[in-house]
């Protein structure tokens, strides 16, 4: 069992900041990548950033310069800094991780995902 839980998800003005948290509970499973998407109803999921274990960071391009994924492995966390938000930021952000399993070196990995948080940018 695998559980995400999110926070820091609000409402801010254009031009303002937030910064959202992830902290995963893994228990007999190691977390390796982990990440966001965003998705808006009636749109498909927009994968946001990832960071790898070896803290290599992935940018969708539209929010390059102004997101950063980071990650304190000692707290099993994800954080996401956006900042200068957008009205189009506005979505539900779901945070995800892929995992291994403790003593598994079959290079077998799952995928789980949180609950979302919203974040809501006015213009």
């Known amino acids: 069992q695998v559980q995400l839980v999110e926070s820091g998800g609000g409402l801010v003005q254009a031009g303002g900041s937030l910064r959202l948290s992830c902290t995963g509970s893994?228990?007999?499973?190691?977390?390796?990548?982990m990440g966001w998407y965003r998705q808006v109803p009636g749109k498909q999921r927009e994968r946001v950033a990832r960071?790898?274990?070896?803290?290599?960071?992935t940018y969708e391009a539209s929010v390059q310069d102004r997101f950063t994924i980071s990650r304190d492995n000692s707290k099993n966390t994800t954080y996401l800094q956006m900042n200068s938000l957008k009205p189009e930021d506005t979505a539900v952000y779901f945070c995800?991780?892929?995992?291994?399993?403790?003593?598994?070196?079959?290079?077998?990995?799952?995928?789980?995902w949180g609950q979302g948080t919203q974040v809501t940018v006015s213009s």
């Open positions: 995800y991780a892929e995992v291994t399993r403790i003593g598994d070196f079959s290079g077998r990995r799952y995928l789980y």
């Open positions: 893994a228990s007999i499973f190691t977390i390796n990548v």
């Open positions: 960071i790898t274990e070896d803290l290599t960071t």
